[in-house]
Structures are given as C-alpha cells and as structure tokens.
C-alpha cells in the first residue's frame, strides 16, 4: 500500500528551505566576497603615484572624514628593474580648518598591521592623522607564511627543539616559495618601510610630520629620524624598542617581574598569599606539571603565555594579563594548575596566527647580528625567573636569523645614532616587553632634545591606550602642540592583584564547558537514537527544533570532545584543522539531524539511504563551512554548514520519495503507513 500523498512544497518546507538558502547564501558570501581592504598596483602606474578618494574612518569617537587609497613604491630600491607594489595609505582628516603638523601612526609587533588604529580621534582634532601601510604586511605584496602556521600548529610544544627545527623549515620554505612567486624578499625590512612613509610625505605634500609610535614600531621612527631628520617636527614613542631589543634579556625580565613583586607586598591580598612574589614565581616556574587531571600541561606553552601575559599590566588585555598570569603562579603553587593548562591551550589555538611570520621575519632581521651573537653564547640565564621564552619563540632557538635572507641596508642601523629631533619617550614601569631602564640608558643619551616619562603601574602599549585615556591624549597632544611635557593629568595607577576574571577560573569553566557540553552531545544522540531504533519518532515542532537550533550544541560538544581526543591522544596534531572541525562537528550534526528526521518504521533500506546522506553532506558542509572564514569563527561557519548540507538533503529527499509517492516503510508495517504523519519538511 502506498503512503498517503503530502503536498511537495507545504509552508514548513518553503521556510525551511528559504533559511537554507539565506544561510548557504551566508557563507558563500564570506567565503568568496573580495577583501575590501585589498590593494594592487594600478595599471600604467609609477612609482611614488598616491591615489586617494574619500572615505570614512571608523574610531572609538565615531566615524571620521578620511581619504583612503593608495601608494605606489618599488619592491627593492636598489634594483633598477625592480617591479612595484602598493602600500595602502589612509588620511583621517583634522577637524580644524587649520590644522599643525600631521601625525604619522606607527604600529608595533613586527608582524601587525598599520592601518588600524581607533585612537586616531584623539589626535585628529588639530592634526590630519596618517596611516601607512607596512609592506609585507599590508598592500599588493603580503608575506604570508602559512608554513610557519601550520608548523606551529603541529607542535608539541612551542620551546621544544623539534618545534624550533620545525619552525626553521617553515620560515626556509616560505621565503623560497615566495622567491619562486617572484617577490624581491630583500626589498623588505625596516629601512624600506621608512622609505615608504617619507615618499607617503612627499606625495601628500607635507613639508614636516610628526610621528606617535609604539612598541617594534618606535624602531622605524627611530630610523626615520636618523634617515629623514629634516622631516621630522617632533616623535612621540610608547613602549620604546632601542636596536638589538628585538631580544629580551631575561636579567632586565627579572628586573621587572621583581616590580611587581615590590607593589605585591603592598597589597592586603597579594602579601597574604605569596611572602615574596618573585621568589614564589620562580619556584613554581622551576616544577610546571605536566597535566591538569588529564588535560595536558606544555611548559614551553605556559612560559610563553606568562611572558606575553606579564607585559600589560591591566584587565584591557585579558585573557592574558599581568595580575592574571601572576595570580595564576599563586594558584599553581597550591596545587591549583588549572590556570596552566588554560594558557597552555590558549597558546596552543592562538599564537600560531599570532603575526604575519614573513613580515616579522623581514622585520626582525634588522637585530639579526645580536640575534647569532645571543644564541651562539648560550644566551639563557638558568638562574632566571621566567628563562627567555620570547626570545627562544620568536626567534626559533636563534633559526630565524638563518632562514629567512637578509635585506638590504638591515646592518645600517644596528646601533643607536644620535638624533636632534625632539622626542618623547614614554614607557610603563612596569612593561615586560620594552622596559623603560632599556630607553634610558640605550637611547636617551643619544637625544639632546629628548624627554622620557615612566608611568607608574602601567604596563606595554595596550596599558597606555586603555588606562587613563585623557591624561595620555594631553600628554602626546601638547607635546606636539609645544614641545612640552604635561604628565599632569595622571594620578597614581595601582595594580590590581584580584582581577574579576582569572585564567584559573577560565580553565576550570572551559574544562567543565568542554567536558559538560561533550557528554551532552554523546547522551543526546544515543537517547534520539535509541528513540528511533524503537520505532519512533519525533514529532513536528520537536523535530524542527532539533533540526534547526539543537545542530549548535551538538556542534561544539562534537568540537570540543575532539579537541579533548587530540590534546590528551595526539600532542603534534593541530586544533585549528579542517580535518579535527569536519569530523568533529560534520559528525555529530549529520547523525543528530537525521535521528530527528527518521522514521523507526521506514524501512532499513530507507533508513541507510537518509543516513549515509545526511552524513555525508554534514562533512561536505562541514568542510565548505569551515573555509568559508578563519580562526574561532570558522567553528561556527563550520556548524552552520553542516547542518545546512544535512538538512538540505534530507528535504530533498523528501521531495524525492513524495513525488514518486513512495512507500518508505518496512513491509512488515505496511498497514501502519496509512496512518503515518508526514515528514517534518
């Protein structure tokens, strides 16, 4: 007997499918859409040609008027025949009609961007503020090195000597891909990115600017005013970075860490769990476990995020921070290393995408002489606090210097110069990354017209951004107004050692997330398949929900318990691969999508047919949803994909078997279909 007929396209279905639609429209979208950011060089162009139209430029003020285009440079000056490329350039314009001299933004990292930078409101009231591109890492030309990701990715631990031979490779194998790719890798570095801001000068007609730096950037403005000092009115730089600091020495490291240990035995709270912070920091450095129950601990991994972490001293950069790595330390040395497996995960998913790795390289090669004197002495202190964790990273064990070529001019600057321009040197007392003890005594002798403030209790850059905005916004502004420091709107910053987030609480809270929503996930599909095996089936508003919004929990409990498998089975296998995402997530939707569409009367056959297929296209969609973005978003394109594939198919094949009016049940329960509910969609 035939099942009753049901009408191809009734109003569930047509919902269903429009959201099908809209989502897969969704992820076609950010998957293929073009990079609004994207520059190439125009045709018939020549070298020095800015191009600029009007835009908008978004800060934490609002939107600003800008001109945005871009600037047309050589790839390597010293090649006559040298192709071009184009450096992205942004002028967010000054809202007085007379505006003073323009400020020039220079980022940190190396390896960041230049164009992004949301405090440009605070300046650009008397000044028409300036963003250039740093080429390799914005523009026509971008070092990319997903070898180097995907290196990193695959390691066990980030300070082992199989990750730095690894790491070696992946630098060594992107510069020769890029080679073969036709990309002049000596045309890149920090000399070249300062002749880059001088012919953005030159083109927008400017005859002196000023310059706000940070961090690796203070290095550029450093060579911009040993190179183009007549170019020059006045510099400010925060976090400052003097030649040969593109390296950390662990005594100046302990130096700081011993500041915090000072302001610890101030606080009520801080003093009541550690007599001595620095002492107790290194004791607990000397013995980090190996696993947190059974959720794994990477040593070199914790030492990383502990050093980053240390560098900002406020709750602005958290999930890493200073009082949130320290409070961690206090808590391992009570037993409690749940902090340590947080930021050993935490490394582990986020510092393989961390920088533009060609473009850091490039970049850091200007301290590559210090870099082989460093490594081929020995370098490490074994009586540190913390070692050198930021120096072994950054530089592989000291492989970086001898992977990725040299560029040109890179020995030019390899020590500090003197310079007349007027300068501002600005550093947080406690910054782990550019100490201020560095600017005074490697840099501030060299400028007869330079200045230095130390904030107390602050931090790096990221510090000096987010705390106490209007004293830092005075501070820069008259200095450029008049030369004049005016530090006078600060008041007494006192580091806070109880922050409301810890990185104990966020381990504890992943690891119940992660464990809690795994079995959820488990329980969920044995009870739908259970239910079906018996013979049922879920009804119409049951069904939809669970085809429609339950795919999200069982998307990241599928995540997350394959996250749990590889951290625990497979140390070398990456968390952020497409593989571990379409097996994880495509699985556990496919197989719960059909359990909610299935019927346990159809018969064997039928049901093999909606299982293989919603599977199956759950992985396919899976796989399309994760490539449609990147990094923690990609889980949630991935979901969305794969429960989009699953649902898809298993309408049409309704649509299929409803046309042919075909009887879907097991012929022992033929009389059972007369009385059958239709399918849900």
Same mark, same amino acid.
């Given at each position: 007997?035939?099942?009753?007929?049901?009408?191809?396209?009734?109003?569930?279905?047509?919902?269903?499918?429009?959201?099908?639609?809209?989502?897969?429209?969704?992820?076609?979208?950010?998957?293929?859409?073009?990079?609004?950011?994207?520059?190439?060089?125009?045709?018939?162009?020549?070298?020095?040609?800015?191009?600029?139209?009007?835009?908008?430029?978004?800060?934490?003020?609002?939107?600003?008027?800008?001109?945005?285009?871009?600037?047309?440079?050589?790839?390597?000056?010293?090649?006559?025949?040298?192709?071009?490329?184009?450096?992205?350039?942004?002028?967010?314009?000054?809202?007085?009609?007379?505006?003073?001299?323009?400020?020039?933004?220079?980022?940190?990292?190396?390896?960041?961007?230049?164009?992004?930078?949301?405090?440009?409101?605070?300046?650009?009231?008397?000044?028409?503020?300036?963003?250039?591109?740093?080429?390799?890492?914005?523009?026509?030309?971008?070092?990319?090195?997903?070898?180097?990701?995907?290196?990193?990715?695959?390691?066990?631990?980030?300070?082992?000597?199989?990750?730095?031979?690894?790491?070696?490779?992946?630098?060594? &194998?992107?510069?020769?891909?890029?080679?073969?790719?036709?990309?002049?890798?000596?045309?890149?570095?920090?000399?070249?990115?300062?002749?880059?801001?001088? &012919?953005?000068?030159?083109?927008?007609?400017?005859?002196?600017?000023?310059?706000?730096?940070?961090?690796?950037?203070?290095?550029? &403005?450093?060579?911009?005013?040993?190179?183009?000092?007549?170019?020059?009115?006045?510099?400010?730089?925060?976090?400052?970075?003097?030649?040969?600091?593109?390296?950390?020495?662990?005594?100046?490291?302990?130096?700081?860490?011993?500041?915090?240990?000072?302001?610890?035995?101030?606080?009520?709270?801080?003093?009541?769990?550690?007599?001595?912070?620095?002492?107790?920091?290194?004791?607990?450095?000397?013995?980090?476990?190996?696993?947190?129950?059974?959720? #794994?601990?990477?040593?070199?991994?914790?030492?990383?995020?502990?050093?980053?972490?240390?560098?900002?001293?406020?709750?602005?950069?958290?999930?890493?921070?200073?009082?949130?790595?320290?409070?961690?330390?206090?808590?391992?040395?009570?037993?409690?290393?749940?902090?340590?497996?947080?930021?050993?995960?935490?490394?582990?998913?986020?510092?393989?995408?961390?920088?533009?790795?060609?473009?850091?390289? &490039?970049?850091?090669?200007?301290?590559?002489?210090?870099?082989?004197?460093?490594?081929?002495?020995?370098?490490?202190? *074994?009586?540190?606090?913390?070692?050198?964790?930021?120096?072994?990273?950054?530089?592989?064990?000291?492989?970086?210097?001898?992977?990725?070529?040299?560029?040109?001019?890179?020995?030019?600057?390899?020590?500090?110069?003197?310079?007349?321009?007027?300068?501002?040197?600005?550093?947080?007392?406690?910054?782990?990354?550019?100490?201020?003890?560095?600017?005074?005594?490697?840099?501030? #002798?060299?400028?007869?017209?330079?200045?230095?403030?130390?904030?107390?209790?602050?931090?790096?850059?990221? *510090?000096?951004?987010?705390?106490?905005?209007?004293?830092?916004?005075?501070?820069?502004?008259?200095?450029?107004?008049?030369?004049?420091?005016?530090?006078?709107?600060?008041?007494?910053?006192?580091?806070?050692?109880? #922050?409301?987030?810890?990185?104990?609480?966020?381990?504890?809270?992943?690891?119940?997330?992660? %464990?809690?929503?795994?079995?959820?996930?488990?329980?969920?599909?044995?009870?739908?398949?259970?239910?079906?095996?018996?013979?049922?089936?879920?009804?119409?508003?049951?069904?939809?929900?669970?085809?429609?919004?339950?795919?999200?929990?069982?998307?990241?409990?599928?995540?997350?318990?394959?996250?749990?498998?590889?951290?625990?089975?497979?140390?070398?296998?990456?968390?952020?691969?497409?593989?571990?995402?379409?097996?994880?997530?495509?699985?556990?939707?496919?197989?719960?999508?059909?359990?909610?569409?299935?019927?346990?009367?159809?018969?064997?056959?039928?049901?093999?047919?909606?299982?293989?297929?919603?599977?199956?296209?759950?992985?396919?969609?899976?796989?399309?949803?994760?490539?449609?973005?990147?990094?923690?978003?990609?889980?949630?394109?991935?979901?969305?994909?794969?429960? %989009?594939?699953?649902?898809?198919?298993?309408?049409?094949?309704?649509?299929?078997?409803?046309?042919?009016?075909?009887?879907?049940?097991?012929?022992?329960?033929?009389?059972?279909?007369?009385?059958?509910?239709?399918?849900?969609?």
């Amino acid at each position: 007997m035939k099942a009753p007929t049901t009408r191809l396209f009734g109003p569930a279905r047509i919902v269903a499918l429009v959201l099908i639609a809209l989502a897969a429209l969704g992820l076609a979208y950010l998957r293929f859409s073009p990079d609004a950011g994207s520059v190439s060089v125009p045709k018939g162009a020549h070298a020095g040609e800015l191009s600029l139209h009007p835009c908008n430029y978004a800060t934490e003020k609002g939107g600003y008027a800008a001109d945005c285009g871009t600037l047309v440079v050589p790839e390597n000056r010293a090649d006559p025949q040298s192709r071009l490329i184009a450096v992205p350039v942004t002028r967010i314009r000054a809202k007085s009609e007379h505006p003073a001299e323009p400020i020039f933004r220079l980022e940190g990292g190396p390896g960041k961007t230049n164009m992004k930078f949301s405090a440009a409101s605070r300046f650009a009231g008397d000044h028409d503020v300036v963003l250039v591109g740093y080429r390799g890492a914005d523009g026509s030309s971008v070092l990319d090195c997903p070898e180097v990701e995907s290196a990193l990715s695959h390691s066990a631990d980030f300070l082992g000597e199989k990750s730095f031979r690894a790491y070696g490779d992946a630098l060594r &194998a992107c510069a020769h891909r890029l080679t073969d790719d036709g990309v002049d890798l000596a045309g890149y570095g920090l000399t070249q990115q300062v002749d880059d801001l001088e &012919a953005a000068r030159k083109a927008l007609g400017y005859k002196r600017i000023d310059l706000v730096s940070e961090s690796a950037g203070t290095r550029t &403005a450093m060579i911009y005013s040993w190179r183009y000092p007549k170019s020059l009115h006045r510099s400010v730089m925060i976090g400052v970075n003097p030649p040969g600091n593109f390296l950390w020495d662990a005594k100046t490291t302990d130096e700081q860490i011993r500041r915090y240990a000072t302001l610890c035995s101030k606080d009520d709270i801080c003093r009541n769990r550690t007599d001595d912070l620095a002492a107790s920091l290194k004791r607990t450095a000397a013995d980090i476990p190996d696993h947190w129950f059974f959720l #794994p601990v990477k040593e070199g991994n914790v030492r990383i995020a502990s050093f980053y972490g240390l560098m900002e001293s406020t709750s602005e950069s958290a999930p890493i921070s200073g009082p949130m790595t320290l409070s961690t330390f206090l808590s391992a040395a009570d037993g409690d290393a749940s902090g340590f497996w947080f930021q050993s995960l935490l490394a582990r998913l986020a510092f393989p995408k961390q920088f533009i790795w060609g473009q850091m390289a &490039a970049a850091g090669r200007a301290d590559a002489r210090a870099a082989k004197r460093y490594f081929s002495s020995g370098g490490h202190r *074994s009586d540190s606090i913390l070692g050198d964790p930021g120096t072994k990273f950054i530089w592989g064990g000291g492989r970086l210097a001898e992977a990725w070529p040299a560029n040109a001019n890179e020995n030019e600057y390899g020590r500090v110069r003197t310079s007349k321009v007027e300068t501002l040197l600005i550093g947080g007392e406690l910054d782990i990354a550019t100490p201020p003890q560095v600017a005074t005594k490697e840099l501030l #002798p060299y400028l007869p017209n330079g200045h230095q403030v130390v904030l107390a209790g602050l931090g790096h850059t990221t *510090s000096f951004w987010t705390e106490q905005r209007e004293a830092g916004s005075r501070l820069i502004n008259t200095f450029f107004e008049s030369g004049r420091v005016d530090d006078s709107l600060y008041k007494p910053i006192k580091v806070d050692f109880t #922050p409301d987030v810890t990185q104990t609480a966020l381990g504890k809270g992943l690891a119940v997330a992660m %464990v809690g929503l795994a079995l959820l996930t488990v329980l969920s599909l044995l009870w739908m398949a259970r239910r079906v095996l018996k013979g049922g089936r879920f009804g119409r508003k049951s069904g939809a929900s669970l085809r429609s919004l339950y795919p999200v929990v069982l998307g990241l409990g599928g995540w997350f318990l394959g996250v749990m498998i590889v951290i625990t089975t497979m140390p070398t296998a990456a968390l952020d691969g497409e593989l571990l995402a379409a097996l994880s997530i495509g699985l556990p939707i496919g197989l719960g999508i059909y359990l909610a569409w299935a019927n346990g009367g159809w018969s064997t056959g039928n049901k093999a047919i909606g299982l293989a297929a919603a599977a199956a296209c759950a992985l396919v969609g899976a796989w399309l949803g994760f490539n449609a973005t990147d990094g923690l978003l990609a889980v949630i394109t991935t979901i969305v994909g794969a429960a %989009v594939a699953a649902n898809l198919i298993l309408i049409l094949l309704d649509i299929a078997w409803d046309r042919r009016a075909y009887d879907r049940f097991a012929a022992t329960n033929v009389h059972e279909s007369v009385e059958a509910r239709p399918s849900i969609v």
